[in-house]
């Protein structure tokens, strides 16, 4: 599947490409590396296009103090790749 509806091409490419050549990052450290890549990153897109990316599956995110009473008082989170889907996620990046 080389094709998926509502797929950036551009923004998701780099967030994705970012994420698999980092390991995990926070949102704030995603929009820190991509940055410099296009002038249409911002965190509200970064954060936009994350919530996407989790929807789909691509994305997953893990708290990084996974306490409910941490969650609940916005613990950190961290953004990985769904490494069950990396095969898809590579078609769709290339």
Do not use: C
Not at 44 to 64: A, K, Q
């Amino acid at each position: 599947m080389s094709e998926m509806p509502g797929f950036d091409k551009e923004l998701d490419s780099i967030v994705l490409k970012t994420l698999l050549s980092e390991g995990e990052l926070t949102a704030s450290h995603l929009v820190m590396k991509t940055k410099s890549q296009s002038d249409k990153i911002t965190s509200d897109i970064i954060s936009h296009r994350l919530v996407w990316l989790m929807e789909n599956g691509l994305v997953v995110e893990h708290h990084i103090d996974p306490t409910r009473n941490a969650i609940r008082h916005g613990s950190p989170v961290k953004y990985t790749i769904n490494e069950e889907k990396k095969g898809e996620i590579l078609k769709l990046i290339e």
